[in-house]
């Protein structure tokens, strides 16, 4: 089906532990986004990506790693889970030429 | 840098009634849209109105209007004839104008607000 999808949507894992979440778009948009959602916060930018290859900081990306070597891929890799990083993890692409952003459905992180 | 603030962690209203949610930004930005995102129980994030900030007229889609002051940089949603389906969380979003380069397109949101619409 055509859209963005995240993988897995559900995920418990322990602290210490590398975890990737996945995001994978159909549009060939060439902007996504990783979001954290934290509840009195919001959702507070973790990493973007403006094209394949391209990728930079947003505002809390400590404890992240991204890549992006195809258009329609962006997974999110917490190489040492902590307790602080259990949130829900929203992925989101946009065209370059609009305004809007699409939102996937989240993955809720739970890290014990 | 940008910041958004949303001074209501919850709101209630009885159906069919009328509620305004309020929202306060900062930027030293002239080109900017400001959005309205909804999040119901099922997470998922839905647009429901945005505004651009070069447009004086506040931006109306059927039941949802903003109140848009530039100058105060002030941005809040009003919901008419509120419905047992806008019962959600909803939240205020900030985006810098333009479509060139890695600077754009990200959003900043407020904390968001809880409202809760009563039969």
């Known amino acids: 089906d055509a859209g963005i999808t995240q993988s897995p949507r559900y995920k418990i894992t322990e602290t210490g532990r590398q975890v990737t979440l996945m995001c994978h778009q159909t549009?060939?948009?060439?902007?996504m986004f990783w979001y954290r959602q934290d509840l009195g916060h919001g959702l507070r930018l973790i990493y973007y990506?403006?094209?394949?290859?391209?990728?930079d900081k947003g505002e809390v990306p400590d404890g992240y790693v991204v890549s992006r070597s195809k258009t329609e891929n962006f997974p999110l890799t917490l190489e040492s889970a902590t307790r602080s990083q259990t949130s829900v993890y929203f992925c989101a692409s946009r065209q370059a030429t609009t305004y809007e952003q699409y939102f996937g459905p989240g993955t809720r992180l739970t890290v014990t | 840098a940008q910041t958004v603030t949303q001074s209501q962690p919850e709101m209630s209203v009885q159906e069919a009634e009328t509620v305004t949610l309020s929202c306060t930004y900062d930027t030293s930005e002239n080109n900017y849209y400001l959005f309205w995102y909804k999040q119901p129980p099922s997470r998922q994030m839905i647009l429901v109105i945005r505004?651009?900030?070069?447009?004086?007229q506040n931006a109306t889609e059927n039941r949802f209007s903003v109140n848009f002051q530039k100058a105060a940089k002030s941005f809040s949603l009003k919901i008419s004839d509120s419905q047992l389906g806008d019962t959600a969380m909803y939240f205020c979003?900030?985006?810098?104008?333009?479509?060139?380069?890695?600077?754009?397109?990200?959003?900043?949101f407020g904390q968001g607000t809880i409202l809760t619409v009563h039969p």
């Open positions: 505004q651009e900030a070069y447009k004086q």
């Open positions: 549009w060939s948009h060439s902007y």
């Open positions: 990506s403006a094209a394949a290859d391209i990728t």
């Open positions: 979003a900030f985006m810098k104008h333009g479509t060139g380069g890695t600077s754009y397109g990200k959003l900043t």
